[in-house]
């Protein structure tokens, strides 16, 4: 579904941290499912961030771990620019963001039951799969397997859902530098990016922890899974995988 533009900037509430306009501020949810006003004008946040990417710019939003940036995965000129943005090492893989686990077979070739896929996503884990010819090839042409975050933040889903096409997503911070909980961390960001969402605070500021960002695991080898990276969910994601699922853990560098 594609928003329009000028209804978008009626319901948008933009901060006055950036006087270009290109900061929106989300409002927080309601449990009940009532959409009001400053609901409306987070939705219209999604709107705006999504011509944003079909525009082929750089976007900085919240996840249900630290901030990210994104850009259209099917958008080779938006991924050169993002490395840049990032100072990122070309070798590095991109992650790729969507909307439900009702794309992911379209993108990705799946060895693990459809069960375990529900109990992880969406949820702090990136799952690092066999990709398929779907996926443009500019996107991580060094290797065949792919990240995948289904995040737990209705934002980043909604996104991805208005695009209705993968993002790529990596942490919003310089690669030398660490991750994002506040939109205010990454300032020196802004003038690259073509919209900044702002969610909020993401964790606590002074705890480690909260910087973590997912747990990556490699589930492209069946019965077989590997830790990329331990994150903030790891305990979690080896209950699931290995005492209600069987798999096994392979040692680091096997």
Known sequence: ??????????????TGLEEMGRVARLSPRGED??????????SSAACLAASAL?????????TDTVYGVACLAEDSRALEALYRLKGRDPGKPL???????????????????EGLLQDLL???VTLVLERSEALNPDLNPFTPLVGVRIPNHWFARELAR??????????????HRGSTLDVTEFQELWPHL??????GPLGDPHSPESRLGSTVVDLSIPGKFKVIR?????????????????????????
């Open 1 to 14: 579904m594609w928003c329009r533009m000028a209804a978008a900037m009626k319901m948008l509430r933009v």
């Open 33 to 42: 499912g009532v959409v009001g006003a400053e609901e409306e004008a987070s």
């Open 54 to 62: 079909r525009g082929g710019g750089l976007v900085a939003l919240p």
């Open 95 to 113: 992650a790729i963001c969507l909307p439900d686990l009702g794309l992911l077979r379209r993108f990705c070739k799946v060895h693990v039951p």
């Open 122 to 124: 969406p949820g702090p």
């Open 162 to 175: 208005i695009c209705a096409a993968p993002l790529a997503l990596t942490s919003a911070n310089p690669s």
């Open 194 to 199: 073509s919209l900044v969402v702002d969610g």
């Open 230 to 254: 331990p994150g903030c969910a790891l305990s979690q994601t080896l209950e699931i995988l290995v005492v209600k699922y069987g798999l096994t853990l392979e040692p680091p560098g096997s």
